[in-house]
Nanobody, 124 residues
């Protein structure tokens, strides 16, 4: 099993930037696919971005393309999400997740392990 811990959330104004980090520990395997998701109050959890540990297979939700960048940090055994030009509609609890089968997917139900989440709040 892999343990995932998110960090980097906070309260910012619209237009600002934040960098989230997901640290993986435990039984980490090089073929995992890692995803970032978010869930706003009253809404379903949605895919934000994903990347394989090799750095390939990058996917983005249309709502964040051109503003968010996902990257891996092998030295820290982490996957980071750089979020620029933040909007109030980006406000949500952000989760990191791992797909043990290495599938580049946006489907929430295909991910096997989840972190506890980090809150991002963007004020207008």
């Amino acid at each position: 099993q892999v343990q995932l811990v998110e960090s980097g959330g906070g309260l910012v104004q619209a237009g600002a930037s934040l960098r989230l980090s997901c640290a993986a520990s435990g039984r980490t395997v090089s073929h995992y696919y890692m995803g970032w998701f978010r869930q706003a109050p009253g809404k379903e959890r949605e895919f934000v971005a994903g990347i394989s540990w090799s750095g390939g297979g990058i996917l983005y939700a249309d709502s964040v393309k051109g503003r968010f960048t996902i990257a891996r940090d092998n030295a820290k055994n982490a996957v980071d999400l750089q979020m620029n030009s933040l909007k109030p509609e980006d406000t949500a609890l952000y989760y990191c997740a791992a797909d043990y089968h290495g599938r580049a997917t946006m489907r929430t139900d295909l991910y096997d392990a989840w972190g506890q989440g980090t809150q991002v709040t963007v004020s207008s």
